[in-house]
């Protein structure tokens, strides 16, 4: 990477910040990817969690990309689950949610039934869209993503964001909600997970290391 990050770009970058923490902990937010590219053994990683997301070229790159941006990758099954739910009634919901035997879709059940109305317009679009810059960073690091083509897509990506939520917090929310129904994990809840590392646990990290970055939504 050869062009400067300025504080817009850096703004941009920082759309991610928090996937790209969770998954790579000592990742370096104030650089392209937070890898070092010089660094055999981080550039290893890298390509391990492109691996765990199914991508070993480029080409497998544009795909995640592209059902990510489209929210085919979580979106669309939240809605409609969502949709579903909106016609149930409290004893029909409970029937179906005690008749799913399965830990992380019963879990689910319960969060789309929370969320059925308040994410009905703007679904998990913040999580999808950070992970779809948190992709295209990692794959920076092994050469399947050139700098003007990133910046292109991150600020295509920065202004759908920017359009849909009205603050650093109601984004970031957002993506936790997201990675939550991804994974199956429970929010953070210190009594039952201490020193659990939830994205909800560096989302709280991330605002005291970085307080500056995230006091100002500019649109």
């Excluded at 295509?156 to 994990?185: M, P, Q, Y």
């Excluded at 953070?188 to 659990?196: M, V």
Aim: glycine share 6%.
């Amino acid at each position: 990477m050869t062009a400067d990050i300025t504080p817009q770009i850096q703004e941009q970058l920082n759309l991610s910040a928090l996937l790209l923490k969770k998954n790579y902990n000592t990742a370096d937010l104030s650089t392209w990817s937070g890898f070092n590219s010089e660094d055999q053994m981080q550039v290893k990683q890298a390509k391990r969690l492109l691996k765990l997301n199914g991508i070993t070229s480029g080409l497998h790159l544009r795909n995640s990309l592209q059902r990510y941006q489209s929210g085919q990758m979580v979106s669309h099954t939240f809605s409609k689950l969502a949709a579903e739910f909106r016609m149930d009634t409290t004893t029909s919901f409970d029937a179906k949610y005690n008749a799913q035997e399965h830990p992380r879709l019963k879990h689910n059940y319960k969060m789309v039934w929370k969320y059925r109305f308040t994410l009905k317009e703007h679904l998990l679009i913040g999580y999808e869209l950070s992970y779809y810059i948190y992709l295209m960073r990692l794959a920076t690091v092994v050469g399947f993503i050139g700098t003007d083509e990133l910046l292109l897509r991150m600020e295509d990506a920065n202004e759908t964001i920017k359009s849909t939520f009205s603050s650093w917090g109601a984004f970031h929310r957002n993506v936790c909600l997201g990675d939550e129904f991804v994974l199956g994990a429970t929010e953070q809840d210190n009594s039952k997970f201490p020193g659990s590392k939830t994205l909800w646990e560096h989302y709280q990290r991330l605002y005291v290391k970085h307080a500056d970055w995230f006091k100002t939504w500019n649109k």
